[in-house]
T-cell receptor
Framework: AAGVIQSPRHLIKEKRETATLKCYPIPRHDTVYWYQQGPGQDPQFLISFYEKMQSDKGSIPDRFSAQQFSDYHSELNMSSLELGDSALYFC???????????FGSGTRLTVV | KNEVEQSPQNLTAQEGEFITINCSYSVGISALHWLQQHPGGGIVSLFMLSSGKKKHGRLIATINIQEKHSSLHITASHPRDSAVYICAVESNTDKLIFGTGTRLQVFP
């Protein structure tokens, strides 16, 4: 069965560069959630989208932005990268009213 | 007090041992997930449960909704099972709440 696809799997960027992470939900899921997990830390909720509109916002820095497109995939744009942005960024998708998040395996971002 | 608590936080075992990781939660949930994360790796979804028990290979997950408790069991543990195991619940308000994880090391 198709899963949540994230790309790229790994990404290395320098400080002050920009990065774009992509998340493709499973078919019929119209809600996407983004999480950031720093080394040795719990996942932190960043932002979510439902039907291409932002539905909830967590601890997402102002340097980051995200959107959901008409095909329901989502992109997390990160600018002015800092060393502290090095983390695993994973997304999950769901269909409201039906339990069951499906998780992507994540993008591991390293800022050097 | 965290809404999702896991125990133990760290666990070491010898290869072949039976392992149990526990997860207790204090909120109403619609589902519970067990996730696996190898060092430097991504998220692997092991189970999603809303009731009863599920089995996949050497892994078994159970949930008791009345007691708000779930367990993840690993039979015949192997060094490749060494990872962080995370319990995450979908609250009734559709929020995902993560436990702090259990770090498992299985030695040969």
């Amino acid at each position: 069965a198709a899963g949540v696809i994230q790309s790229p799997r790994h990404l290395i960027k320098e400080k002050r560069e920009t990065a774009t992470l992509k998340c493709y939900p499973i078919p019929r899921h119209d809600t996407v959630y983004w999480y950031q997990q720093g080394p040795g830390q719990d996942p932190q909720f960043l932002i979510s989208f439902y039907e291409k509109m932002q539905s909830d916002k967590g601890s997402i820095p102002d340097r980051f932005s995200a959107q959901q497109f008409s095909d329901y995939h989502s992109e997390l744009n990160m600018s002015s990268l800092e060393l502290g942005d090095s983390a695993l960024y994973f997304c999950a998708s769901s269909f409201p009213g039906h339990y069951g998040y499906t998780f992507g395996s994540g993008t591991r971002l390293t800022v050097v | 007090k965290n809404e999702v608590e896991q125990s133990p936080q760290n666990l070491t075992a010898q290869e072949g041992e039976f392992i149990t990781i526990n997860c207790s939660y204090s909120v109403g949930i619609s589902a519970l997930h067990w996730l696996q994360q190898h060092p430097g790796g991504g998220i692997v979804s092991l189970f999603m449960l809303s009731s009863g028990k599920k089995k996949h290979g050497r892994l078994i997950a159970t949930i008791n909704i009345q007691e708000k408790h779930s367990s993840l069991h690993i039979t015949a543990s192997h060094p490749r099972d060494s990872a962080v195991y995370i319990c995450a619940v979908e609250s009734n308000t559709d929020k995902l709440i993560f436990g702090t994880g259990t770090r498992l090391q299985v030695f040969p």
